[in-house]
């Protein structure tokens, strides 16, 4: 489950993504889309396609802060999305929802997990701080959270789940 952002927050996020592309490093394609995971599981059954659809869902605005890596071997760039009481609310919701699902990740339970957009993947120690002159700023900027997709990279298909 992913959170999906407006089209000029998105416009922003893709523009940082060629940029590290650019460098030769592994960000994010034109096939990809900018959004915040709040929810992944191996299976998510389909009898929970009908009460994730009926989430009570209304646009709301974040904000995408500082960068972030995570890991220390193939670490990841990211940008933190600053939390907020109706963000960490509507993933709580959906987690319940999926919770008892096969193959969620730790990291994404709602006691450890990071709200945050992915820059680049697989980067390596002499990358790092190209990457990081790239892409980094002063500021934060908002973003509108849109809507709540479905992504299921197996098939590579998506379909949206509520929309405001």
Same mark, same amino acid.
């Not at 992944?40 to 396609?49: D, G, H, K, N, T």
């Not at 999305?81 to 959906?94: C, F, G, K, T, Y």
């Given at each position: 489950?992913? $959170?999906?952002?407006? +089209?000029? *927050?998105?416009?922003? #996020? /893709?523009?940082?993504?060629?940029?590290?592309?650019?460098?030769? @490093?592994?960000?994010?394609?034109?096939?990809?889309?900018?959004?915040?995971?709040?929810?992944?599981?191996?299976?998510?059954?389909?009898?929970?396609?009908?009460?994730?659809?009926?989430?009570?869902?209304?646009?709301?605005?974040?904000?995408?802060?500082?960068? $972030?890596?995570?890991? +220390?071997? *193939?670490?990841?760039? #990211? /940008?933190?999305?600053?939390?907020?009481?109706?963000?960490?609310? @509507?993933?709580?919701?959906?987690?319940?929802?999926?919770?008892?699902?096969?193959?969620?990740?730790?990291?994404?339970?709602?006691?450890?997990?990071?709200?945050?957009?992915?820059?680049?993947?697989?980067?390596?120690?002499?990358?790092?701080?190209?990457?990081?002159?790239?892409?980094?700023?002063?500021?934060?900027?908002?973003?509108?959270?849109?809507?709540?997709?479905?992504?299921?990279?197996?098939?590579?298909?998506?379909?949206?789940?509520?929309?405001?």
């Amino acid at each position: 489950m992913e $959170l999906v952002l407006d +089209s000029t *927050s998105e416009a922003t #996020v /893709r523009g940082q993504w060629a940029l590290l592309r650019e460098l030769g @490093l592994h960000a994010p394609g034109a096939e990809h889309r900018p959004h915040i995971t709040v929810a992944v599981a191996s299976e998510i059954w389909p009898r929970l396609e009908k009460p994730l659809g009926q989430q009570d869902f209304q646009p709301f605005t974040v904000r995408l802060g500082g960068l $972030l890596m995570f890991g +220390s071997r *193939s670490p990841i760039l #990211v /940008r933190a999305v600053v939390p907020s009481a109706e963000l960490i609310a @509507l993933q709580h919701r959906i987690f319940r929802i999926v919770e008892d699902c096969p193959g969620i990740p730790a990291n994404l339970r709602p006691d450890a997990w990071t709200p945050h957009v992915t820059l680049a993947r697989r980067l390596r120690p002499g990358q790092i701080q190209a990457a990081l002159d790239a892409v980094a700023w002063d500021k934060d900027f908002r973003a509108t959270v849109e809507g709540i997709r479905r992504w299921d990279g197996d098939r590579r298909v998506e379909w949206p789940v509520a929309a405001g």
